[in-house]
């Protein structure tokens, strides 16, 4: 498995649920990766990443942005509103705007510092007590909330539960998207993301299986 691999799969993938060649965007999650393994999927003229924390992306992420042109970082972990800041400087996208506390010290930045990343909606399809996320039957009002901060949305995560068939969440998700005028669907990791893009996915999440398995130790 490699870069190019998952590029030919998400390509049949696009053309098997008759999608516009390029319509879902490759996320290669960088998270935990030696920094050489990163610099080989950028030498291959990949530019758009993802990652988990703001503090181990702040460490990686000025230098390449300085030596490669064009990288884009999105932020598809869990954010603190401590950290706010700091993440609207350095990410182009948040995958995981997942409270009310969170949007108003997102907006209130935006005002200050006169720009703000894309944002996504984290809705938490499965309702899991442990995982972060606005619940379904309160996604409408949520994304309301954030449009009437003038928060840029532009479209729901989700993550679905490891035991459940992660298509009905992708379809779950998509009716929401759907409903509320938003085209920008994050969903798909690297065992399912042909999966999501059938169901329309816009953003797939794919890590080890671009960079090899991560290490934690």
Same mark, same amino acid.
């Given at each position: ?21 390029? $319509?879902?965007?490759?996320?290669? /999650? ?7 393994? /990163? ?14 924390? /703001?503090? =181990? ?8 942005? @300085?030596?490669?042109?064009? /990288? $884009? ?23 995981? !705007?997942?409270? #009310?506390? !969170? ?15 894309? !944002? %996504? &909606? ?5 309702? =899991? ?6 619940? #379904?039957?309160?996604?409408?009002? %949520? ?20 035991? @459940?068939?992660? $298509?009905?969440?992708?379809? !779950?998700?998509?009716? &929401? ?15 399912? %993301? ?13 890590? $080890?299986? &671009? %960079?090899? @398995?991560?290490?934690?130790?």
């Amino acid at each position: 498995m490699g870069l190019t691999d998952i590029r030919d799969r998400v390509a049949k993938a696009e053309a098997e649920a008759g999608r516009d060649p390029g $319509s879902v965007q490759l996320i290669a /999650v960088s998270k935990v990766q030696p920094l050489e393994r /990163v610099e080989a999927v950028l030498e291959q003229g990949h530019r758009l990443f993802g990652e988990n924390k /703001v503090q =181990e992306a702040r460490g990686k992420w000025p230098d390449f942005m @300085e030596r490669y042109e064009g /990288v $884009s970082v999105h932020l598809i972990g869990p954010l603190q509103t401590n950290k706010a800041r700091q993440a609207m400087e350095l990410f182009s996208a948040i995958h995981s !705007l997942d409270r #009310p506390k !969170l949007a108003n010290t997102l907006a209130r930045l935006a005002q200050e510092m006169g720009a703000c990343p894309d !944002l %996504f &909606i984290q809705v938490n399809t499965g309702e =899991e007590e442990q995982k972060a996320g606005i619940l #379904p039957a309160d996604a409408d009002a %949520f994304i309301a909330e954030c449009r009437g901060l003038d928060l840029p949305i532009k479209g729901l995560m989700c993550i679905p539960p490891v035991e @459940e068939t992660p $298509s009905l969440h992708f379809a !779950l998700l998509g009716k &929401i998207a759907e409903r509320n005028g938003l085209e920008g669907l994050s969903m798909g990791m690297s065992s399912d %993301f042909e999966e999501a893009i059938a169901l329309g996915a816009t953003h797939v999440r794919v890590g $080890s299986a &671009i %960079f090899g @398995e991560r290490d934690y130790g």
